[in-house]
């Protein structure tokens, strides 16, 4: 059973300091502020990797605590679309660091919950050391399937925030593995293969679907917190 008492909320920015538990486990989401296409808003990492993190502590064992999102990330290869935020890899390195820095203090255990694929070379950097200096940190991926601003993301935001998803306006891009389009992604950008943002296709995206894939990460994030040593 969880520890969390009914109706207590998970959430860490909710709490005064004495109402914290004695060394919880503390859920980080990284997400991102970048273009979705034409038809998603710029905060979907952000959105997906804080539902997943709110889901997973809801049902978790352990005592668990969602930290407030971080909401920019390395994003460069959408740079060439208005609305991108991006803080590059060298910085969200070093938040990361001293996100886990600060939280061991207090916190027996940390996990960044990663949004946006972007992030994730710079999240096995800044792991790879708090760990070597001792600290229980982990990092996991929203794994929903490949693309971006495709199917799954569509779906997914359909479920969490409807009214923000604008589908008249959704386009299709490019439908190849991801693999095949990295190098050229990473040396000119996600417009020069996709004019609209996206890879994949929003088609066919549902509610339905978006609970699933929902309930399917969040299940990654409980199992990845039952394992004491991952």
């Not at 600290?135 to 409807?162: F, Y």
């Not at 190098?183 to 088609?203: Q, Y």
Request: net charge negative; hydrophobic share 40%.
């Amino acid at each position: 059973m969880s520890p969390h008492r009914p109706g207590e909320s998970r959430e860490l920015a909710d709490s005064p300091w004495p109402g914290l538990p004695p060394h919880p486990v503390l859920l980080i989401p990284v997400g991102s502020t970048e273009q979705h296409g034409p038809h998603l808003p710029l905060d979907v990492d952000t959105t997906i990797a804080t539902e997943v993190c709110r889901r997973a502590a809801a049902d978790a064992a352990q005592d668990v605590r969602v930290a407030p999102a971080i909401a920019y990330g390395s994003s460069g290869e959408h740079q060439d679309f208005p609305g991108t935020l991006s803080i590059g890899s060298a910085v969200l390195e070093s938040v990361l660091i001293e996100l886990g820095r600060s939280a061991r203090t207090w916190a027996s255990r940390v996990v960044f919950v990663n949004g946006h694929g972007g992030n994730a070379p710079v999240l096995e950097r800044a792991v790879a050391l708090l760990r070597y200096e001792g600290d229980h940190v982990a990092w996991i991926a929203c794994r929903h399937g490949a693309g971006h601003a495709g199917r799954a993301e569509t779906s997914i935001m359909l479920r969490l925030d409807p009214e923000r998803v604008r589908v008249d306006d959704a386009v299709a891009g490019p439908d190849e593995d991801l693999r095949a389009l990295m190098p050229r992604l990473r040396s000119e950008g996600v417009r020069a293969v996709s004019p609209g943002g996206v890879l994949g296709d929003p088609a066919g995206a549902t509610a339905d679907e978006g609970e699933r894939l929902l309930t399917r990460m969040a299940e990654d994030v409980r199992r990845m917190l039952e394992n004491t040593d991952a």
